[in-house]
């Protein structure tokens, strides 16, 4: 570990001090480190998971550099061991991205690794969350072109991601194109456009899989419209993801352990935005959608694409314990071919002086989703209910030092994930305090309670934080599960913040559930520790 942190600590101070002096010449450098380290400690109260050491640490150092036209950058990563919970195949340090671009807007190429995505990513998308675990990045090339804002057109091709590098057999090309009729014929006000994108994956398969329809070549497209005028936008996009393999030897269908399904998808966005109001109403529709970079892998890391839950996304801890999780298509424990739902996002901000905003104004949030899953494989028809969300959030400034935000949220999750009918149904409040006592100086507060007659029963939680802008902020708090197991999960900590650096600590005890990032969810198992994190640019 110490031999991987010192390899760390000499290319970050080798890295910055090369481009530092290509800094004073022409170009300009940028760059990042981040360490996220868990100390472990033994608690039999909740059958803490700890790995050998009772130690893990994962370190991130970034940096690139910039020349006119000309880009190049790089990224090492060390897992000495990975931390809990984050896939088991990133261990180990490497310099695991590295690239060189250019580009004079119009045209660019780059080479190495890079990110990128077609539409909405429902037919693919790479891209990095370090929260989750998630680099997908490709290895390989791509060309990119555009012509004023009328035509963008890109190809690319590689190996995508997966764990500490790429794929080994996986190759992965694609093109992709959009259309602008609105610039085409000056369209002002207007957004009026077509896309469309064409991708083809390989991955060498067995004598079984090619006995049963499966290719090692498989061709995926997506069609997409967008149009737009004033605060009305509406996005449409049919995906076609191709032939997928599915392998469960506990599950077998006409006595067959493999399966090959294809892929599709549709999805419609609709907004309007407007004199203070807000409405988004989105529905998809998707089966056989789980696509991956690696037939052999299970990790969550091992993915082509991107779907997240669409719904609300919640920043508290009581409303996040049982998030939904997407359904694309399983035959993981059980045959569930893929979802169909949707939800309505509505906003709006009541204007200061108005009968409801009052001296300050006041901001309300009313969001409804629900999500089923197929009635039959091809079907437009739900079946069996598998999420159902509404809630309602209100901001509102009290006086000029004092905003208070209070949500109420119904949840009604499908534990069995389609398998069963039965529901676990719960109901939550949450109010958060914010006072500033002084422009450096402010206390916040949230109490939340969760209520509900299935699972562990009641949750109830507080968190208190004290903050001494901008350096210092140290916080408390607690979630008790008091209808079932009386078990604390209990956290207190401190951060400090000078310039662009930031270290935090904290120590307490973390409860077994999912851990989410914009809407993609992983497997946390339950832990008692100290986390200790820095992170830096420069």
Wanted: proline share 3%.
């Amino acid at each position: 570990m110490k031999r991987t942190l010192s390899t760390l600590l000499l290319a970050f101070v080798a890295t910055t001090s090369m481009w530092a002096q290509a800094d004073q010449e022409k170009g300009y450098f940028v760059g990042s480190f981040e360490s996220n380290s868990i100390i472990y400690a033994e608690d039999d109260v909740t059958n803490a998971q700890r790995p050998e050491g009772n130690f893990g640490t994962n370190n991130y150092l970034k940096a690139d550099y910039y020349l006119g036209n000309f880009s190049a950058g790089l990224q090492m990563e060390a897992y000495q061991p990975a931390l809990v919970g984050y896939p088991t195949n990133l261990e180990g340090a490497r310099l695991t991205n590295y690239y060189l671009a250019w580009s004079d807007g119009d045209f660019g190429v780059t080479a190495g690794t890079y990110y990128d995505q077609f539409g909405s990513g429902l037919l693919f998308r790479t891209y990095e969350d370090r929260t989750l675990g998630m680099n997908t990045a490709m290895l390989g090339a791509r060309i990119t072109y555009h012509y004023k804002d009328i035509v963008a057109l890109k190809a690319l091709w590689g190996a995508p991601r997966l764990g500490m590098e790429a794929a080994p057999e996986t190759q992965v090309r694609g093109l992709d194109g959009s259309l602008s009729l609105a610039s085409l014929l000056g369209m002002e006000g207007t957004t009026l456009s077509l896309e469309g994108s064409l991708l083809n994956r390989f991955e060498p398969v067995s004598p079984i899989i090619e006995e049963l329809g499966g290719s090692a070549s498989t061709m995926g497209y997506s069609a997409r419209l967008n149009a737009g005028r004033g605060g009305f936008l509406v996005k449409a996009e049919y995906v076609d993801a191709g032939s997928k393999i599915y392998s469960n030897p506990n599950i077998l269908i006409d006595g067959k352990a493999n399966l090959i399904k294809n892929g599709n998808a549709q999805l419609l966005e609709m907004s309007y935005s407007g004199g203070g109001l807000g409405v988004n109403v989105t529905a998809r529709r998707m089966e056989w959608m789980d696509s991956k970079v690696s037939y052999g892998s299970s990790e969550l890391n091992n993915s082509l694409n991107y779907i997240p839950a669409m719904c609300a996304q919640y920043s508290y801890a009581i409303t996040n314990l049982n998030p939904y999780i997407p359904q694309p298509g399983t035959t993981s424990g059980h045959i569930n071919s893929g979802e169909i739902g949707g939800q309505v996002d509505v906003y709006y901000n009541f204007r200061r002086g108005s009968a409801l905003g009052g001296k300050r104004g006041m901001k309300v949030n009313l969001n409804f989703s629900t999500y089923y899953n197929l009635k039959e494989e091809g079907s437009f028809v739900p079946k069996t209910l598998l999420w159902r969300n509404v809630n309602v959030g209100v901001e509102k400034y009290l006086s000029r030092k004092f905003k208070m935000q209070l949500l109420y949220s119904m949840q009604e999750y499908n534990h069995s994930h389609g398998v069963g009918k039965g529901t676990w149904l719960s109901n939550m409040v949450v109010a958060d305090l914010l006072y500033k006592y002084t422009p450096t100086f402010s206390t916040r507060m949230e109490l939340a309670y969760l209520t509900t007659f299935e699972d562990q029963k009641d949750w109830m939680a507080g968190l208190f934080e004290v903050n001494f802008a901008p350096s210092w902020s140290i916080f408390a708090s607690d979630m008790f599960n008091h209808g079932d197991t009386k078990i604390h999960y209990y956290n207190f900590g401190f951060s400090y913040t000078a310039g662009r650096t930031r270290a935090a600590f904290s120590y307490g005890r973390n409860r077994a559930g999912m851990v989410c990032s914009g809407g993609v969810c992983r497997l946390m198992p339950a832990y008692t520790g100290g986390n200790i994190t820095i992170s830096t640019s420069f």
